[in-house]
């Protein structure tokens, strides 16, 4: 069975760091594309960003640019999505989902973070 | 890249059929056959029911249907049921290599 699975819930203070991790089973790690995407409190669906861990070719929103970064290891078919520098609206749940190369959709996605960001 | 549109809210009868509409711009939607819809119970993970505009993956109901024309693509929902009541999205490629999502649409199963 193919899966996503993702690390757990996170509290962090404004200013912290942070990194998690999506990690993918089921297939082959490096063939498929892994996005993020942000669900805001009472929000829709926002697309982030997107990595081929085969080559580690990533793209960006431009909403997202420069203010998260995204990266894999295949050894352990994991994806990560990380902060250098947490802001209150930050604050979200955060999916990753794998899509196949040379499509355009996502599937499956794993069952979300939540990342809480509060003084 | 701005999120495509969609209404806040549907509503619809079980037995009955609705439709619900996202719109973009030539640069998205109007300018590629790459629409996915995606169903998403909160608390749940989303799931895709269709893509590439038209397509089902096996295992959804061909109860759900996508289409689209010019900037704007719709997924028909037909013989509504109670478990169809959720969040629904749109997302479509644009240019410039990256994807975007519509803002969603509750779905109400009166």
């Known amino acids: 069975e193919v899966q996503l699975v993702q690390s757990g819930a996170e509290v962090k203070k404004p200013g912290e760091s942070l990194k998690i991790s999506c990690k993918g089973s089921?297939?082959?790690?490096?063939?498929?594309?892994i996005g993020w995407v942000r669900q805001m409190p009472g929000k829709g669906l926002e697309w982030m960003a997107i990595i081929y861990p085969g080559d580690s070719d990533t793209r960006y929103s431009p909403s997202f640019q420069g203010q998260v970064t995204i990266s894999a290891d295949k050894s352990i078919s994991t994806a990560y999505l990380q902060w250098s520098s947490l802001k209150a609206s930050d604050t979200a749940m955060y999916y990753c989902a794998r899509k196949p190369d040379g499509s355009n959709w996502f599937d499956p996605w794993g069952q979300g973070t939540l990342v809480t960001v509060s003084s | 890249q701005s999120a495509l549109t969609q209404p806040a809210s549907v509503s619809g009868s079980p037995g009955r059929s609705i439709t619900i509409s996202c719109t973009g711009t030539s640069s998205d939607i109007g300018g590629y056959n790459f629409v996915s819809w995606y169903q998403h119970h909160p608390g749940k993970a989303p799931k895709l029911i269709t893509y590439d505009v038209t397509k089902r993956p096996s295992g959804v109901s061909n109860r759900f249907s996508g289409s689209k024309s010019g900037n704007t693509a719709s997924l028909t929902i037909s013989g509504l049921q109670a478990e169809d009541e959720a969040d629904y999205y749109c997302?479509?490629?644009?240019?410039?290599?990256?994807?975007?999502f519509g803002g969603g649409t509750k779905l109400t199963v009166l």
């Open positions: 089921g297939y082959t790690f490096t063939n498929y594309w």
């Open positions: 997302c479509s490629y644009e240019t410039g290599r990256t994807w975007v």
